[in-house]
């Protein structure tokens, strides 16, 4: 072999190793994606708090409820659909979120300041109404 032959196969060589690793960092790419969309819609409203060992930290508490309007707006809405409603205690936030086709979120954030009053319904055990400011 000439040495000419022999630097284009060492030239092919390392074209084909790069192709494989730019294969493996897309793969890489692809995963890590995933897992921050899959981590950000499991916690929308919660960004990691700094914990205090002095303080007892309250966790984000979440639960799927079904959004109830005035009976004048229902009509408009049709069925009523699920939504997340996620209480963060310390951080004073109610965010409420609703999954939308395609696996996009649509949520809103608020802030203690912004609730007026909770009132726990007399004739619907599970019902709970949230006044808000405005």
């Known amino acids: 072999q000439t040495a000419g032959q022999s630097g284009e196969q060492e030239l092919e060589s390392l074209v084909l190793k790069l192709s494989v690793l730019k294969d493996f960092l897309?793969?890489?790419e692809k995963k890590a994606l995933k897992a921050l969309q899959e981590m950000s819609s499991?916690?929308?409203a919660a960004p990691p708090q700094p914990l205090s060992r002095k303080t007892k930290s309250i966790p984000v508490q979440t639960f799927e409820v079904k959004l109830d309007i005035t009976l004048g707006d229902l009509t408009k809405i049709g069925k009523s659909q699920k939504y997340t409603l996620s209480v963060d205690v310390e951080g004073g936030k109610l965010v409420v979120l609703k999954k939308q086709?395609?696996?996009?979120e649509d949520w809103?954030?608020?802030?203690h300041?912004?609730?007026r009053q909770?009132?726990?319904s007399q004739r619907v055990q599970?019902?709970?109404g949230i006044v808000f400011e405005k």
């Open 26 to 28: 897309s793969s890489i």
């Open 42 to 44: 499991a916690a929308p």
């Open 101 to 104: 086709k395609d696996s996009q």
């Open 108 to 111: 809103n954030t608020f802030t």
């Open 113 to 115: 300041d912004k609730i």
């Open 118 to 120: 909770l009132i726990k």
């Open 126 to 128: 599970n019902k709970l």
